[in-house]
């Protein structure tokens, strides 16, 4: 089969050997004779993934014991409900949102249910193309929350601001893939399927001192702290995709931890937009300062090239380029598992277009 260059954005590449090894536990586990899908997950073998699982993000992220590791179902899309629920206070809370993008604005949408959110800033007016930087956030609020990569649009927060009360980041796009103070943060959320595994599986960092003060009847799913007691245990776990991060999480390790990653998108990421900048026939949607190092999302200049030029990349191997059907464009996802040769063959595809 000749070789795909998968730029899809989520689910997306992961590394060769994640696929092989998980492959190998569907058919025998750890050699017990056994699959993965028909082991109890409180059998000892399936107990150590969930206990390493939980104890690599700590060592990757550089957190203490006073952070909590959980790995819950529900995507990222129920933490825009559990954040709310587990953060707000019953009785005249209120929070702040930073509105950067289709997802950010899911999470305000959901968190409105819950209580109050103000909108401290946002970029939706100019069709989410910047990342808004001039707010302030006091300790009138209970939380403040924001999305660090806007996977639909291309941003990303190159800095957090400074605020005075706690720090909720939805990482969902571009966990594990640049060194940052995770420390900075009180909760942090990301559904594993971009840098982290498969879809099916939502990673939850959270400071365990911000829990249980909001006054309020927390349903059980919904309550972090009953997760933290039965250690992501309260109910199945989704079994595959845990072990599936797992594997994710010990590849990156093997492969010089969190600041190679970043080495890497880095250069990923000025090979295209280098050539996005040198290129008339390309220009991207956001402002430069603001873009993505994981999902640089582009245009044609002159869209009656887009016939030869999606001949062009289809026939390179190249897939999943369309940019998301908000947008139009193009979208290159360019997540830790991907090889730079991928992103130079686009690049090359780029430059023969005349
Ligand atoms: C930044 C961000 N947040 C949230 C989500 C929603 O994630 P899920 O599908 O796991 O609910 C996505 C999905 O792509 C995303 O990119």
Redesign the pocket.
């Known amino acids: 089969m000749n070789k795909v260059h998968n730029f899809s954005a ?1 689910p997306c590449i992961l590394p060769q050997e994640v696929f092989e090894k998980s492959a190998e536990a569907i058919l025998n586990f750890n050699g017990i004779g056994l699959s993965l899908l028909e082991i109890s997950h409180r059998s000892k073998d399936f107990l150590a993934v969930m206990d390493e699982a939980r104890a690599i993000v700590k060592r990757l992220m550089k957190l203490g014991d006073d952070y909590e590791i959980l790995y819950l179902g529900g ?3 129920l933490q825009f409900l559990m954040v709310p629920f587990n953060l707000m206070k019953a009785d005249g809370g209120k929070a702040a949102y930073l509105d950067t993008g289709v ?1 950010a604005a899911g999470a305000i949408k959901e968190a409105k249910i819950v209580g109050n959110v103000e909108i401290v800033g946002s970029s939706k007016a100019d069709n989410y193309s910047y990342i808004p930087k001039d707010y302030t956030v006091g300790s009138e609020y209970d939380y403040f929350h924001c ?1 660090s ?1 806007n ?1 639909i649009y291309g941003t990303q927060m190159k800095t957090f601001p400074k605020v005075d009360t706690l720090m909720v980041c ?1 990482m ?2 571009d966990i594990f893939s640049r060194e940052i103070d995770f420390s900075q943060f009180d909760l942090i959320y990301a ?1 594993a ?1 971009k840098n982290m595994g498969p879809a099916g599986v ?1 990673l939850v960092v959270v400071k365990k001192s911000i829990l249980g003060k909001t006054g309020r009847t927390i349903p059980s799913y919904l309550n972090y702290q009953l997760h933290i007691d039965k250690e992501s245990m309260f109910n199945t776990p989704p079994v595959f995709p845990v072990y599936a991060s797992l594997l994710t999480l010990q590849h990156l390790e093997k492969n010089g931890g969190i600041a190679a990653a970043e080495a890497r998108n880095i250069a990923k990421a000025k090979l295209l937009y280098d050539e996005i900048d040198r290129n008339p026939n390309f220009e991207t949607f956001c402002k430069a300062e603001d873009r993505s190092l994981m999902n640089p999302s582009f245009k044609l200049t002159d869209e009656s090239k887009k016939e030869a030029f999606d001949a062009a990349w289809k026939s390179a191997g190249l897939s999943g380029l369309n940019g998301h059907r908000s947008l139009g464009g193009y979208r290159a996802s360019m997540y830790n598992a991907m090889p730079i040769e991928s992103v130079q063959i686009l690049v090359d595809v780029m430059q023969r277009l005349s």
Do not use: L, V
Request: glycine share 22%; aromatic share 8%.
């Open positions: 989520g995507g990222a899309s997802w999305t990569n996977t939805d969902s796009s559904g399927q939502t």
